[in-house]
């Protein structure tokens, strides 16, 4: 399959398991809600450099005579990851717009539960003539979805992840939670180099868009606190000003 199929299938896939389980747990609470996933398409661009250097790794591990062996095979580019192996690695372009921001918006009007972006959406290119054509790369899922929150018009923007908070020296010695920071003084702990490529970097990278798109605040913590993070007892806390 193509992996823009892929990106599809997953999406699907996981947008029914969250779609069934949010159904349930709104029937358990006696707070029935109609729940809809949608599959979302992404347009990037597509001389956008990622195209030229693939650097996103996907699926399972392989040693160096499987990794040689596959990119005679398939032509995939497999790079060493980590010393844990090699891995395929794909284009991730950054998102330009959300080809169904309007559906979206139109289902979320009559309260609807919308999963929309899952996986960063499928990435797609716009043809001279207007017409969509899906292309073989993975979209970043925090940059896709900052940026649908910031089509929506949202004001808040909530990015759960794997840890309570930011952290600055995460990791280190003396590392030092954010808890409630202004844009302006993120975004020079980003030029720092605070926040690795791997990890908490695609996250802030996503705050920043958002709110210099016109958000008002991001929230990030871990699924288990954001009751907590809502009253400002818990997570980090961005505002835009």
């Known amino acids: 399959m193509p992996l823009y199929i892929c990106d599809a299938d997953s999406e699907g896939g996981i947008g029914f398991m969250i779609q069934q389980t949010l159904y349930n747990g709104l029937r358990s609470i006696h707070e029935v809600r109609d ?3 949608i599959i979302t398409q992404v347009i990037v661009d597509r001389s956008d450099r990622a195209f030229a250097d693939p650097s996103k790794p996907i699926g399972p591990f392989y040693s160096r005579e499987e990794a040689l062996a596959l990119e005679k095979a398939k032509g995939w580019r497999l790079k ?3 010393g844990r192996g090699y891995r395929r690695v794909v284009p991730s372009p950054r998102p330009l717009w959300i080809v169904e921001t309007d559906v979206i918006r139109k289902l979320a009007s009559l309260d609807v539960v919308v999963i929309a972006a899952g996986g960063g959406g499928v990435p797609v290119i716009e043809l ?3 017409d969509l054509r899906g292309v073989d790369a993975v979209v970043d899922k925090d940059l896709a979805t900052s940026l649908l929150a910031a089509e929506l018009g949202a004001e808040c923007f909530i990015n759960l992840t794997q840890v309570d908070c930011v952290y600055l020296d995460y990791g280190k010695q ?4 954010l808890r409630d920071v202004g844009l302006e003084e993120l975004v020079a702990y980003h030029r720092q180099g605070h926040f690795s490529e791997g990890s908490m970097g695609p996250k802030i990278e996503a705050a920043i868009g958002f709110l210099r798109a016109g958000g008002k605040e991001v929230v990030i913590t871990s699924p288990e606190l954001i009751n ?3 009253q400002g007892r818990a997570g980090t806390r961005i505002r835009a000003a």
Do not use: H, W
């Open 35 to 37: 729940v809809a996933t």
């Open 80 to 82: 060493e990851d980590s």
């Open 128 to 130: 001279p003539s207007g």
């Open 174 to 177: 003396g590392q030092k939670a």
């Open 228 to 230: 907590e993070a809502m």
